[in-house]
């Protein structure tokens, strides 16, 4: 059953408000600079870009930074709004690619540091390690070999691990315990 919003509940949410030649004019003064349409934008917008990074990044600080970076990319391309479809899906689009690539960038970039700063030899830089590596994850079931070297291999998340395979989030947990359960029990 498909829930409908009341007028009180959409006027409390700007970016619920039905699209249209409101939005357009909106849009288009403040690409002109208009101080008073780039404040309402502003007000519109913000608070939705927020949302969006709290929910991406589940964590206040990170949502900061990804708001900021969205924000940017909104600012840059608002002349690009052309009004055929709604400011808020228009976006929301924008928003979600752009922190999800700032997302991907940071923990790339954490991945390549705590890589470089590691005591221990990695498997690409170590043949021996890479064949031993190789043949312990050989043992492991598949489902749950995809779920441990998505995780710990690649630096995927719980959440995008369970999107990648269409399992569940505990599933992706329990695959990841007993894959790293049979590795203990195969190593010396």
Excluded at 87 to 107: C, D, E, M, S, Y
Excluded at 147 to 176: D, F, Q, Y
């Amino acid at each position: 059953m498909m829930q409908v919003e009341t007028a009180s509940a959409v006027s409390g949410r700007p970016w619920l408000r039905a699209s249209g030649s409101g939005e357009r004019e909106l849009v288009a003064r403040a690409v002109a600079g208009e101080r008073r349409a780039v404040a309402e934008l502003w007000r519109r917008v913000a608070p939705r870009v927020h949302a969006i990074a709290r929910a991406m990044t589940r964590n206040a600080a990170e949502a900061d930074d990804a708001a900021q970076v969205a924000m940017v990319e909104i600012w840059r391309h608002l002349e690009g709004f052309d009004g055929s479809g709604a400011l808020a899906g228009w976006i929301r689009v924008i928003a979600w690619r752009r922190i999800a690539r700032h997302l991907a960038r940071t923990r790339r970039d954490a991945r390549r540091e705590a890589a470089d700063t590691d005591d221990v030899a990695a498997p690409e830089r170590d043949p021996g390690a890479r064949v031993a590596l190789g043949a312990l994850l050989r043992d492991v079931p598949g489902a749950q070999r995809e779920a441990l070297w998505l995780h710990h291999g690649c630096g995927w998340s719980i959440e995008e691990v369970a999107a990648h395979t269409g399992a569940p989030a505990n599933t992706v947990k329990s695959r990841m315990r007993l894959a790293l359960a049979a590795l203990r029990s195969r190593t010396p």
